[in-house]
């Protein structure tokens, strides 16, 4: 069998046994990085305030035996109206299944847990197809191919009174490390910063790898966490169906190295409660992003010239700030103003793009009629290496974004958005090397929980 055919078989199994689960067995929405966890399943069923469009199919029950399950659809539909080449519009999404097995209730084996999610994807990138040459995508959930990947397989297990967790399979990073929201559509904004700027390397969802995670409660509000990632890019693949759906260990690949975040995470709790991070990681790996010149050493009487040996003994690094933090309690729910600040520093030897500062302000319950209803602005900014190749190097691209976001039932939420990209690829040339415009974006994200 060709390999275009084993994965789209394998992506027609995947798909067939999502199915399956979710309408023969029953759901418990265990919810994806989409919106606020659903409201507690209600006995009075109403298809319009109900949580899950097709209703409890018996996730309850399922839950209180300790399996947990949610299938989610994500949609972002978008359009320029200035910027690039051509107006023209997109649109790409992904529908994610989720599992938790709670293994206390399935087996008596006391703090263990197994994850497995898959994420198909489908669409297209408007930066494409637009011809606009930023380096952050305007549709964020764009990205590592039209395929259904193995996003999670793990098991977790919980040790000296939960003080300690230890995890490991096929992890992506963003779980357990750096920023963990995404709402808004400019990439900026979303996931995890670091490999917003550093793909090549540090994989965001739903890319996973083989990986051990150590999480370890130093105090009540207080925790440490260190991870261990085969960063290989083979595992972006898209056409080894046994790397990116069956948890396969991908061929050697000489720009591989490993991955060691570290991270020190503060969540004040309160009615005034937050999420608080800051972090570093290293990796072993030698390659430099393309668009940076080689290392160059001066050689007396022969000036600079590129030196292969050093460049292959030194390794990658970085550190970030992540801050999400509550700021008012406006109601009896989520409502209230919430802010969050990322910075991310990259080694400036061998990063493209070496930072990336986002700042953004939330508001739930924008009105008293609308308690469940959201609106939210962000500015941030990505900014090219000084040393890179290019009419764009040292540029600062700028991307603003504000989006309201309309509850229209209890399972679908609608964001209505608008961003304005300022210097897209730094300062705003495109590979030819021509200035564009900056970029006018509209667009709707559609999230439903099935």
Not at 94 to 106: I, N, T, V
Not at 144 to 172: F, H, M, V
Request: charged share 15%; glycine share 14%; with cysteine.
């Amino acid at each position: 069998m060709s390999l275009e055919k084993s994965a789209s078989a394998a992506r027609l199994c995947g798909a067939g046994i999502v199915l399956s689960l979710l309408l023969g067995s029953g759901a418990h929405a265990a919810d994806l990085p989409t919106k606020a966890p659903p409201v507690p399943y209600a006995a009075a069923d109403d298809f319009w305030t109900r949580p899950y469009l097709f209703g409890d199919l018996g996730r309850t029950r399922l839950k209180e035996q300790g399996i947990s399950l949610a299938l989610t659809l994500g949609d972002e539909a978008v359009a320029n109206l200035s910027g690039g080449a051509r107006n023209t519009g997109a649109n790409a999404g992904q529908l994610a299944f989720q599992a938790k097995f709670d293994l206390a209730k399935l087996a008596g084996v006391q703090g263990g847990t197994v994850g497995l999610t898959l994420v198909d994807r489908f669409g297209n990138n408007l930066n494409s197809e637009a011809d606009i040459p930023a380096l952050q995508l305007t549709n964020e959930v764009f990205g590592r191919g039209n395929i259904l990947r193995l996003t999670e397989l793990s098991y977790a297990q919980k040790l000296l009174d939960d003080r300690l967790e230890l995890k490991g399979g096929r992890l992506p990073v963003g779980s357990d490390f750096f920023f963990g929201e995404c709402d808004f559509i400019n990439l900026t904004f979303c996931g995890g910063q670091p490999g917003n700027i550093l793909g090549g390397y540090i994989f965001n969802w739903p890319v996973s790898q083989w990986a051990g995670v150590a999480h370890f409660n130093l105090a009540k509000e207080w925790k440490i966490s260190v991870g261990v990632y085969d960063a290989n890019p083979n595992y972006l693949t898209t056409s080894d169906p046994t790397i990116y759906f069956l948890p396969g260990i991908p061929a050697s690949n000489p720009a591989a190295g490993v991955l060691v975040p570290v991270e020190l995470t503060w969540t004040p709790s309160g009615p005034l409660n937050g999420t608080w991070r800051l972090g570093g990681w290293y990796d072993g790996a030698s390659t430099i992003d393309g668009g940076l010149p080689g290392i160059v050493t001066t050689i007396p009487g022969l000036g600079g010239v590129p030196d292969q040996n050093l460049g292959d003994q030194r390794g990658r690094f970085g550190v970030y700030e992540s801050i999400l933090q509550r700021l008012t309690v406006d109601g009896p729910k989520t409502q209230g103003w919430y802010t969050f600040l990322n910075t991310t520093v990259a080694d400036h030897r061998t990063s493209f793009q070496d930072y990336q500062i986002a700042w953004g302000v939330k508001h739930s319950g924008t009105f008293a009629s609308r308690p469940d209803d959201e609106v939210g602005f962000a500015v941030g900014t990505t900014h090219v290496n000084s040393a890179a190749l290019g009419p764009n190097a040292g540029g600062n691209e700028v991307p603003i974004e504000l989006w309201y976001g309309l509850q229209a039932t209890g399972w679908m939420n609608l964001k209505f958005d608008a961003q304005y990209v300022i210097n897209p690829g730094g300062r705003g040339f495109n590979a030819a090397g021509v200035k564009t415009d900056n970029a006018w974006v509209l667009g709707l994200r559609t999230a439903v929980r099935f």
